[in-house]
């Protein structure tokens, strides 16, 4: 389905304010052409020779002023409704865009820097809603008032009508001739916005790393290389809108007035049938008025290229296969996890796991260890179904989990990365992630089972303590426990821990180490570590290499096996 049908699909769920709107516009344009009818009439009829009845033209004036006014109001209205309708169907679409990006999988954003997916939101629904407010509004206007005043010109004068009917060809030819470079320009103007928005955001982010490498003047470059690509096409827009729109209109208002002036100048002289003065004002004022809906439709070219541009750019992203949110929830289950044959690549046949065998059972330890690269967080990656095995199967409790709904799924377990995320809000709403089913006693319950009351104590708020985007006013540890309350808090039955110990002191390691004893009881823990002096007491410890597991056993199986393991733990023992 084409992207102005899907659009067309978008206004019709909000089909009513729009077709009130544009109801007031029709009768509104009816009042309109009312006036040059009367105008026509009080010249031919009382501004003559021997008319000298003054009664009969006040009511006319009074009559033209008040159809003047009635047109005012039904116009000021009708941009009301088609205002409201517009600002509902981009509500409509924002939602539907953002509802989708979070069943996206993973690897979407992989390959799609986040400024991008924001301009989709944003800056391209914002020219959506100017195809249903300006485009919608002026093409209804214009091909009302055009087809009102064709109705009139043909009360008035056939042949002359007739002859004004040749700028309907020559402005869809124009119209055709424009889209074709238009839609070859926009798409490009649309796809420099996206890139600009992603490098912003991305300068953003690592602002800290460009101005300690002193990359300023780098980024500037850069910015400046996409800046004026944006603009060269900018630049070619602007000539092509510069052609289409009054120029392309003056011309055609000059031929078809010369041939006006010539048509009722030879009827005047070679025709017994006078022409009035009323009737000359009258077909004047309407080829005026048929001008202006014109420019207005030609003018309105560029942003509908524009709009349906930046709608297939959205709908390419509501386009995308998504996960199916499911509402179903299922028993907490036991936390036996097996590895069965699992086989994952990225990409293609480049395989980061292979062949990847182990079980799991409830309340143990696993640890994961291996140099970057080896596939630690890819078995979590798996583990979380954030991606699917091409090979193999992985079963908890007996059951594949790709036979269980994802929401459902990752219901019971939980997850503390090595750079946690805060988001936007309190100390208390990151650990709850506002779930109605997390009581703020749950919350401090949570935080005091990982040591947080003891790093979190200094906070003049408490718990109310507000937390801005990442929480990049709290230290390494304090987002850390943060984090760790979190998982906690949802009592999950498998708990992943990704290098959750990396980036925090020593003492907070401490008070995280403390915690974690108590945590593993009755739960199946996964940690990945750098740091092997945090895994000593796991169940399992699996050494990792090139995506295979190359020794597996406790830690003092695989301390006296003397090898990967081993030869590790001595170099960062110093032993």
């Known amino acids: 389905m084409n992207t102005s049908k899907r659009l067309y699909q978008y206004a019709m769920l909000f089909k009513k304010p729009i077709f009130i709107g544009l109801l007031l516009l029709t009768v509104a344009v009816i009042t309109d052409l009312a006036g040059p009818f009367i105008a026509k009439y009080i010249i031919d009829h009382y501004m003559t020779p021997g008319a000298i009845e003054f009664k009969p033209i006040v009511n006319l004036l009074i009559l033209f002023l008040g159809l003047a006014i009635l047109t005012a109001i039904l116009r000021y209205f009708m941009y009301i409704y088609l205002q409201i309708g517009a600002n509902r169907i981009i509500q409509k679409l924002r939602q539907d865009v953002f509802a989708h990006l979070q069943t996206l999988p993973i690897q979407y954003f992989d390959n799609l820097p986040a400024g991008k997916i924001v301009a989709r939101v944003t800056n391209d629904t914002e020219a959506i809603h100017n195809l249903y407010v300006q485009v919608l509004s002026q093409f209804a206007t214009s091909f009302i008032s055009i087809f009102g005043v064709y109705v009139a010109l043909f009360l008035l004068n056939v042949k002359m009508a007739l002859v004004s009917l040749i700028v309907i060809p020559i402005v869809y030819i124009w119209m055709i001739g ?54 060269e096409y900018q630049r070619k827009l602007l000539f092509l809108d510069s052609a289409t729109s009054y120029n392309l209109v003056g011309i055609l208002r000059l031929i078809i007035f010369a041939l006006f002036i010539y048509y009722f100048g030879t009827q005047s002289m070679t025709s017994t049938e006078l022409i009035t003065a009323g009737t000359l004002y009258a077909f004047v004022d309407y080829i005026t008025r048929l001008f202006n809906p014109l420019v207005n439709i030609v003018n309105q070219f560029a942003q509908l290229e524009r709009s349906l541009v930046a709608g297939t750019r959205v709908f390419e992203l509501l386009d995308q296969p998504g996960e199916t949110v499911s509402e179903s929830t299922i028993a907490r289950y036991e936390g036996n996890v097996i590895f069965e044959n699992v086989s994952f690549a990225y990409n293609g046949q480049d395989y980061v796991l292979k062949d990847i065998n182990f079980s799991a059972k409830k309340g143990e330890t696993i640890a994961l260890v291996g140099h970057t690269g080896s596939g630690k967080s890819s078995i979590m990656n798996l583990l979380f179904r ?61 935080l005091t089972a990982v040591g947080g009351d003891r790093v979190l104590k200094n906070l003049e708020k408490g718990l109310d303590e507000p937390v801005i985007e990442k929480g990049s006013t709290l230290s390494s540890g304090q987002r ?57 007491n796991a169940d399992q410890i699996l050494v990792l290499h090139r995506g295979e597991i190359v020794e597996q056993g406790t830690h003092e199986q695989l301390i006296s096996l003397g090898g990967r393991y081993e030869m590790m733990y001595r170099l960062q023992s110093g032993v």
């Open 386 to 446: 954030f991606y699917n095995p091409q090979k193999g199967r992985i079963l908890i409790d007996g059951q594949n989990i790709l036979s269980i709904p994802n929401q459902a799924f990752r219901e019971h377990m939980g997850i503390v990365l090595q750079d946690p995320y805060l988001f936007t809000g309190t100390i208390e709403t990151n650990v709850s992630l506002q779930d109605p089913r997390i009581t703020r006693e749950m919350v401090e319950q949570a």
């Open 480 to 536: 850390q426990l943060i984090s760790f309350a979190r998982a906690l808090a949802f009592d999950p039955a498998i708990l992943v821990l990704d290098e959750a110990t990396s980036n925090i002191d020593s003492e907070t390691e401490e008070i995280i180490q403390h915690a974690m004893d108590v945590l593993k009881e009755g739960r199946t823990t996964f940690i990945i570590a750098h740091r092997l002096s945090t895994i000593k």
């Open 178 to 231: 424009y889209r074709k470079y238009a839609a070859r320009y926009n798409n490009v103007v649309r796809t420099k916005i996206a890139d600009i928005n992603a490098m912003i955001n991305e300068s953003i982010q690592g602002i800290t790393i460009i101005q300690a490498f002193k990359r300023e003047g780098q980024m500037k470059h850069e910015f400046a290389d996409m800046n004026n690509e944006h603009y």
